[in-house]
Each structure stands twice: as structure tokens, then as C-alpha cells.
């Protein structure tokens, strides 16, 4: 099938989803997650292939964790379903109603994108969360996964277009193209009679590409340069917990630490504490001058670390003179996605929240929060860094439009 006859598809089953109801959407994404879970063995050994070639391909283990499925984490894929089904729908909400003057009323109200566009790398469970969050925000949707999860995003759609089926709607509420080739997506980037939409989800590269080659509309996500400050009034104890979940709990994910900051104030005494905790979690430190004496281990930055996301078992370390100076550091060197400080301050923490522009700022907390499932919204479609529409983790409402009815009694202009 070419792109152009899945977006008349996608087109046609996104008009059949404008019209059933939530109990039917929730029967369907039932039924998904029930045939995720029977599958098990045939994602597993999908899996199984793309692991294989990437290791043949010298593919880095924190990436190799991302791409990885176990049956717990195929459970983990069908709960992630069902707790979408368990949520709220958000179409047919009225998000405000008035009458004019003239006896008009007026109510605007949720209704679905139409056909979303998703363009993503290597986590094969972006295709589950993915069709579970379009589906029941009432959109139809067209995927495009990467070539190292192909076997696994092959698997794991046919499972969810067989739910589907079951349930009683169409297969092509959910489609997965079949090629990862470069000028595949470009044509799906172009794709503006279909697509409503377009939804990039990986690296920088990646966002890159579709931001500068799309025609059809953007909402740029993922990419993930935070950063962790530790005020002079941090509590130590807990600044070394933070920190090394912050970086070590799952490195390669866009919401993972990069780049450590710390008051000069107390560096002297953090540092140490900081980095032995850090060095027992595996993680290798780029460190600044005055950082450097103070980190065992660690090697000398330079300027593109600070830039850097590693995605890997690797963090940034340097000490800055104020917090001014640190906000400055993650207005220069961030991307807008989440950042933190400890400390036990509240003008710092207040001052710290005003000043940094991103779409999560934290007080002593990690940003590994930052993610659908963490913030309530069950699964995620992505963290949109970007301000209009949708900003931060993505969940059913931002998989939404609004429309305007209008109803009267005879009125004309």
C-alpha cells in the first residue's frame, strides 16, 4: 500500500472514529490489550530480531534497554492501554458556552486532530501508547517507527490493528508504514491532505529533520538537555538521591539528567558526596575547572558538553556562582524541557521557577517525572518543548481540536 492510499484510510477510519462512542473505544482498547498479551511471544520474538541486529550493529546498551521488551514489560504495555481506557474522554467536552445578545448559543467544544502523523525512534512501546492515546482522543493515526525496532513495531501493530477488529472498528484506525527509509518519511512529512498533524519522537537529529522538511503542521517534542541545580541551601543528603536518579535510573530517556550545576558555596563539600555517588551508579563526569579537583575520576569539559545530550551513562558537572548564574547556564545550553533545583530555600526555589523557561521546572524533585504516565495522563504522545498548542508531557486533551457550535432560532446578519 502506498502512503497516499493509508492517508485515504486513515482519512476514512478517522471519520468512523468522529462518530463511536467512549464505551466503544474503551471495548476497543480492551480488546488491545488483551491481544498485546496474548502476543507475547510473538512480540517477544520479533524483539528478539531487532535486539540481534543491533548488537551486530554495535548499538550502545542504554540504547539496547530502550529497545528491549520482556514479557513484564509487554504487561507493562497492555496496563499502559488500559489505563487509557480507564481515563476521562475528552471529546464532546465543553470547554465554555455563552449566549450573545442576538439569542445565539455557543459552545466550544473538544473534537479529535483527525489523522496524526507519528514519526519516532528505537522504544517499541511508543506504538502501543501511541494507538492507545490517539484512539480514544478519537484520532486515527499513521506511524512511522525506526529501523532498529522494525520487527518489534511490526508485532506489535498487528497485535493492536487485530484488538481492533475484535472490537468492531477499523483495522486502519492504526496503521505502521512498512519502510524506515529516509525518503519514506520525507513523503510523509509532505503528506498535508491527510495529515493533520505531524509528531516527531526521538533524537535531536530526528526532530531536527521533520521541524526543517515538514509541510504538513509540527509539534516539535523530545529532545532533552536538563539539568540538575544544587542551591547553597540544598540539603546534601537528599541532592545526592535526586541527582543520581535524576541521571541513572534510565539514562537514554529525554527526561535524564545531562548537566549537574552546583552553588560554589558549598562545592567544596557537595562535590565529593555528589560525585561517589555518581561514580557508584556508573556514571562517568565531564567536569568545568573548579569542578574537576573536586570529582575523583572525572575528565575536563569542553564548551559541547554543555550542549550534549548523552542519553548514556554520562553528566556535566559545573560549578556556578550564584543562582543567577545558573539559570543563565540553562537559558544558554537547555531546550526547554525540564529542569530542577534542590535546595531549602523558598525565595530560591520561587526565584529559580520564574526565571527558567521550560516546560517542567521541579523543586527537590528528579526530572524523571517527567512523563505522561507520572503526571496523570496515563501514556504519553511525547513532551512537546514547544509553546503553542501543547507544552510538556502530551495526553488525550492535547490530542485535541475545538470546533464552535452554533445553535439559533432564525437569526441572520
Given at each position: 500500500m502506498t502512503l497516499t492510499e493509508m492517508g485515504v484510510c486513515a482519512k476514512q477510519a478517522a471519520a468512523v472514529l468522529r462518530t463511536v462512542s467512549t464505551a466503544q473505544k474503551n471495548a476497543a482498547l480492551t480488546a488491545i490489550a488483551a491481544r498485546l498479551e496474548a502476543d507475547t511471544d510473538v512480540i517477544l520474538a520479533a524483539n528478539a530480531e531487532d535486539l540481534a541486529r543491533a548488537r551486530e550493529?554495535?548499538?550502545?546498551?542504554?540504547?539496547?534497554?530502550?529497545?528491549?521488551?520482556?514479557?513484564?514489560?509487554?504487561?507493562?504495555?497492555a496496563n499502559g492501554v488500559r489505563e487509557v481506557a480507564a481515563l476521562g474522554d475528552p471529546i464532546g467536552e465543553i470547554t465554555d458556552g455563552y449566549c450573545r445578545p442576538n439569542g445565539l448559543r455557543i459552545q466550544k467544544t473538544r473534537v479529535p486532530l483527525g489523522v496524526v502523523g507519528i514519526i519516532y525512534e528505537a522504544r517499541p512501546n511508543v506504538t502501543s501508547d501511541a494507538a492507545a492515546l490517539c484512539l480514544k482522543s478519537g484520532n486515527a493515526v499513521i506511524l512511522r517507527g525506526g529501523k532498529e525496532a522494525f520487527s518489534s513495531n511490526t508485532a506489535v501493530a498487528m497485535s493492536i490493528r487485530t484488538g481492533l477488529q475484535e472490537a468492531g472498528l477499523p483495522a486502519d484506525c492504526v496503521q505502521l508504514l512498512d519502510k524506515t527509509d529516509r525518503e519514506t518519511a520525507a513523503q510523509m512529512m509532505r503528506l498535508n491532505d491527510y495529515i493533520d498533524v505531524l509528531i516527531p519522537r526521538g533524537g535531536a537529529g530526528l526532530i531536527r529533520s521533520v521541524v526543517e522538511n515538514a509541510t504538513v503542521p509540527v509539534i516539535q517534542t523530545g529532545v532533552g538537555n536538563c539539568h540538575v541545580y544544587v542551591d547553597k541551601d540544598a540539603d546534601l543528603e537528599m541532592a545526592a538521591k535526586v541527582v543520581v536518579n535524576a541521571k541513572a535510573s534510565r539514562p537514554s530517556v529525554c527526561n535524564a539528567a545531562e548537566t549537574l550545576l552546583v552553588h560554589r558555596d558549598i562545592a567544596d563539600k557537595a562535590l565529593p558526596l555528589l560525585s561517589a555517588a555518581l561514580r557508584e551508579a556508573n556514571v562517568s563526569l565531564r567536569c568545568c575547572e573548579r569542578s574537576l579537583p573536586l570529582c575523583e575520576g572525572a575528565v575536563a569539559a569542553t564548551e559541547e558538553d554543555w550542549a550534549t545530550e548523552y542519553g548514556d551513562y554520562i553528566m556535566a558537572v559545573r560549578v556556578v556562582d550564584s543562582l543567577d548564574d545558573a539559570t543563565a547556564h540553562i537559558a544558554r545550553y537547555g531546550t526547554g524541557h525540564s529542569e530542577c533545583i534542590l535546595t531549602d530555600s523558598h525565595k530560591a526555589a520561587e526565584s529559580f521557577t520564574l526565571q527558567v523557561d521550560s516546560a517542567a521546572v521541579y523543586v527537590?524533585?528528579?526530572?524523571?517525572?517527567?512523563?505522561?504516565?507520572?503526571?496523570?495522563?496515563g501514556a504519553e504522545i511525547g513532551i512537546s518543548t514547544q509553546k503553542l498548542h501543547a507544552r510538556g508531557p502530551m495526553g488525550l486533551t492535547e490530542l485535541t481540536s475545538v470546533k464552535y457550535i452554533v445553535y439559533g432560532d432564525g437569526q441572520v446578519r
Open positions: 550493529n554495535g548499538m550502545r546498551e542504554s540504547l539496547i534497554d530502550r529497545l528491549s521488551l520482556t514479557a513484564d514489560r509487554i504487561r507493562a504495555m527537590n524533585a528528579s526530572t524523571r517525572f517527567t512523563d505522561g504516565g507520572e503526571f496523570g495522563m
